[in-house]
Each structure stands twice: as structure tokens, then as C-alpha cells.
């Protein structure tokens, strides 16, 4: 499985962007997925997640009620609508899906996420 992420880029604070994850190499549809974000000087840390179904999601308290995980099966899709950000939302982030059996969990190579106040 190879995940590209996108949709990165410099904003202001209060904007919005949407990132995406397009799978390829092999269906995720029953994988869940999610993202994760480093900012600079910090471990990563999880931002959400959605089971293959798409109906459980997962949000950490930071972003909850301003971020939006979603997916699309027939894309091979995630998508990370932010909504509202902030300076401290400014990280790279990083996508990924979950196979269970195997455990194996893939990562995308991130996309930077700057938000100047």
C-alpha cells in the first residue's frame, strides 16, 4: 500500500484547508485510516481516525468540532477538513492506514501544514 498526501499549504489563522490521502497498490476499503501531525520540536502526535466502514470516527480533544475525517471507498480516499485553525495546528501531517491481518499500519510522507496568526 502507498498513500500520497496533499493538500498542505500556508493559511491564516481562522482559514480552512483539506488535506486528502489517496491509497494505491492495494483497496483499503476495510482499513481504518486516519492522520497523525509532528510540529516542529514535538513527537507526533494522532489527530483522527476512521474505521472501514466509515461510520466510527476518532478525533483527538485539540481538534475535535474543528476537523472533519472522512472517506471515500470508491477513491481509495481520506480526506482531513480543518476548519478554524490555529498557529498551534501548524505541523506536518501525516496519513495512514491500518491493516489488520496482518497489524501492519502504513504511512503516507506528509504534507506541511503552516498557520501564521
Known amino acids: 500500500v502507498q498513500l500520497q498526501a496533499s493538500g498542505g499549504g500556508s493559511v491564516q489563522a481562522g482559514g480552512s484547508l483539506t488535506l486528502s490521502c489517496a491509497a494505491s497498490?492495494?483497496?483499503?476499503?476495510?482499513?481504518?485510516m486516519g492522520w497523525f501531525r509532528q510540529a516542529p520540536g514535538k513527537e507526533r502526535e494522532f489527530v483522527a481516525n476512521?474505521?472501514?466502514?466509515?461510520?466510527?470516527?476518532n478525533y483527538a480533544d485539540s481538534v475535535r468540532g474543528r476537523f472533519t475525517i472522512s472517506r471515500d471507498k470508491a477513491k481509495n480516499t481520506v480526506y482531513l477538513q480543518m476548519n478554524s485553525l490555529r498557529p498551534e495546528d501548524t505541523a506536518v501531517y501525516y496519513c495512514?492506514?491500518?491493516?489488520?491481518?496482518?497489524?501492519?499500519?502504513?504511512w503516507g510522507q506528509g504534507t506541511l501544514v503552516t498557520v501564521s496568526s
Open positions: 495512514f492506514a491500518d491493516r489488520v491481518t496482518p497489524t501492519v499500519r502504513y
Open positions: 497498490g492495494r483497496a483499503v476499503s476495510g482499513y481504518a
Open positions: 476512521i474505521n472501514g466502514s466509515g461510520y466510527r470516527k
